[in-house]
DNA sequence: GAAACCCATTACATACGACTTATTCAAGAG
DNA sequence: CTCTTGAATAAGTCGTATGTAATGGGTTTC
């Protein structure tokens, strides 16, 4: 899905961006181009674009005469997918995870108080379908097509809102779905009060209630956080 | 401040991102290398650098024996600081701050709850001198002082809310109130409830009144949606 | 005549080497 | 001790050459 092509520009890219995510290059640390066309065994124009990348993400700084230097955490666009992607792959996963949750919490209430008022008749369909979906794979250790119908759901209501900042977040929230679930053992089945609270949603936005929707959008959020507080420290 | 230095590809960058910000090469549209370095005059090399971050930013598509075709606007990473500034700057900067300020409203009187729990002393008092600053600068069309206070309460609320998401959003928070500043007419002097609105809520933060901090948060989110909904069709 | 196959064209992808420029650091002059 | 100056350094820029994949047309085949 990232890697469209195993294109060197690529490859470069993943590798250096999961270490700077991961930590393994603290803040400070300057890195030479040439240095790095030697360790991937690249030229020196493909780890050129490759730092470029990395730059307009502000997970690097160029300078001359002085060479690449990683910038601290606070300045990175820890709202690019991408950089999403490799610190979720990285090893502070688990607070990684509750920072986007919280942000959760917070974005889709309202997104979905905006859905039960814009969503069109086929948004309520799927919606309605996806729960349904939800429902259907809730028991018996299907949780991978659990979470596909999970994400889908989420991302019609963040798509329905009509907001485009919101509809951006659909990425986010699938990787945050993604991560829990792969990261969690997979013995348990999901938490049945959830999806009663997706099939209860899915009828709000249907009929139109705004209140109810964020409101038990609010109820799925917190249910999430407390999940999130007993798995993880 | 962003164009830390004039360099050719900073410039090309900014000049090509601005014109597929604003909608000049809408989507599907190709564009060639070679045509562009010739263009602004400079080297293919420098070209690749800057499809390169453009992709990155999902603005654009590079294939081969295609060329580089402009992506629909909803697959744009539209939180990244640098496209939400052309997007500003372009023709439909009033859409754009519309959907930035809904996300405000959703985001911000959560972390407003957050930072009435977990800020610090030094926080509550930085954030008592910026209410005091834009109560001082309110009337006698200083209406650039009191941006510069607005925009540093937001951000201390975002940041004291300890969520790193939220408190990454301080900028975007920053891009919207300067374009709301400096879009509209500067004759106005702001609001006098906002002013006030912003006193009680630092008080609220002091105090730890979560509750009462998300609510006066919230208040100055509805003053904000509808300032737009006055000023803008 | 339609479908499958092949090949030449095209524009990006990668590489390499030369030169430029800004920045730093240190040595030397005042 | 401060300021100036200059040498060293690593990124910035450029031009060119070659590799590579996707497209479009032409040919073959049934």
Redesign the interface.
């Given at each position: 899905m990232t890697t469209q092509s195993p294109g060197l520009?690529t490859h470069v890219l993943d590798a250096l961006g999961l270490e700077i995510a991961a930590g393994d290059c603290p803040p400070g640390r300057v890195l030479r181009t040439d240095e790095l066309a030697q360790r991937f065994d690249v030229s020196r124009?493909v780890v050129?674009?490759v730092i470029?990348?990395l730059?307009?993400?502000h997970l690097v700084e160029s300078r001359r005469r002085v060479g690449v230097t990683v910038r601290p955490?606070?300045e990175?666009?820890?709202?690019?997918?991408?950089v999403i992607r490799w610190r979720l792959a990285g090893s502070d996963r688990p607070r990684q995870l509750r920072?986007?949750t919280?942000?959760r919490?917070?974005?889709e209430?309202?997104?979905a108080g905006?859905a039960a008022r814009h969503a069109t008749a086929e948004q309520c369909a799927a919606l309605t379908a996806c729960a349904l979906g939800m429902v259907a794979t809730s028991r018996g250790q299907q949780l991978e097509g659990y979470l596909r119908h999970d994400i889908a759901f989420h991302r019609i209501v963040l798509d329905a809102s009509g907001?485009?900042?919101?509809?951006?977040l659909g990425d986010v929230v699938a990787e945050v779905l993604a991560g829990r679930t792969h990261h969690q053992v997979m013995f348990e089945d999901p938490d049945p009060a959830a999806v009663t609270l997706h099939v209860r949603l899915a009828e709000a936005v249907r009929e139109g209630d705004a209140a109810g929707a964020e409101r038990l959008t609010k109820e799925i959020a917190v249910g999430a956080l407390h999940e999130l507080d007993v798995l993880a420290p």
């Open positions: 520009h124009t050129r674009e470029r990348v730059e307009s993400m955490t606070e990175w666009n820890v709202y690019d997918p991408q920072s986007l919280v942000l919490s917070a974005v209430p309202v997104a905006l907001n485009e900042m919101f509809a951006r």
